[in-house]
């Protein structure tokens, strides 16, 4: 009998901190969604955008080259840069594709259609999550490895049998 009402006790307050500590507490409510550059962004940006801004080097609009982290994140021919990780605010990757105005909007309207808003969505999270371009794991490692995150190991001692 105690121990029923117990553990009737136990469950609903593990049911009120689920319910009520949930996306609060473990601080997702206001980070932008994390969106996989390869399999969700990429596509994306493949088949509407790399005709002109792709790896085909004989065809490169206006010097930007969305597949290439350097080239999406540097000046582009206008001076403008189509991605500033983590602002999407500052990109004019987001406001020529959202733009109303014909003229600007990308892709140019008499190629391809506008983005939907799911397509659209999807990177403006990635841009806010600041435009990670997965790398191979062999790259990374290198940057995470610092001198001082090395373990220390103990000096050997000059007398190996003391
Ligand atoms: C049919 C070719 C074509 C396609 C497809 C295309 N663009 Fe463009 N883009 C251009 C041309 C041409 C320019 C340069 C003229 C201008 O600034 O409008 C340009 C310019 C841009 C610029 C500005 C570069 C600068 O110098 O400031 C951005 C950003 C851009 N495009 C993004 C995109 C994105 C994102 C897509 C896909 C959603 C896309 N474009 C698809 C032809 C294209």
Redesign the pocket.
């Known amino acids: 009998m105690f121990n029923s009402m117990f553990s009737k006790q136990i469950l609903a307050t593990a049911l009120f901190c689920l319910l009520f500590a949930g996306p609060g507490a473990n601080g997702t409510e206001n980070q932008p969604k994390k969106v996989d550059f390869k399999t969700q962004v990429r596509p ?2 493949s088949n ?6 792709g790896p085909d080097e004989g065809h490169v ?4 080259r ?1 597949d290439l982290v350097e080239s999406a994140t540097a ?8 991605i500033v990780p983590g602002k999407v605010n500052e ?3 987001i ?3 959202l733009s109303s105005d014909e ?2 909007r ?3 309207p ?3 259609a506008k ?1 939907t808003e799911l397509e659209t969505q999807l ?1 403006r999270d990635w841009i806010s999550a600041g435009a990670n371009y997965s790398k191979h794991w062999s790259f990374d490692s290198i940057h995470s490895l610092s001198p001082n995150s090395m373990v220390d190991l103990p000096t050997p001692s000059p007398f190996p049998d003391a």
């Open positions: 994306i940006l509407r955008c790399f005709a002109c801004h609009e206006s010097g930007l969305l000046p582009a021919d206008s001076g403008a840069i189509a990109s004019e990757l406001r020529r594709i003229s600007e990308m892709p140019p008499h190629f391809a983005l990177i």
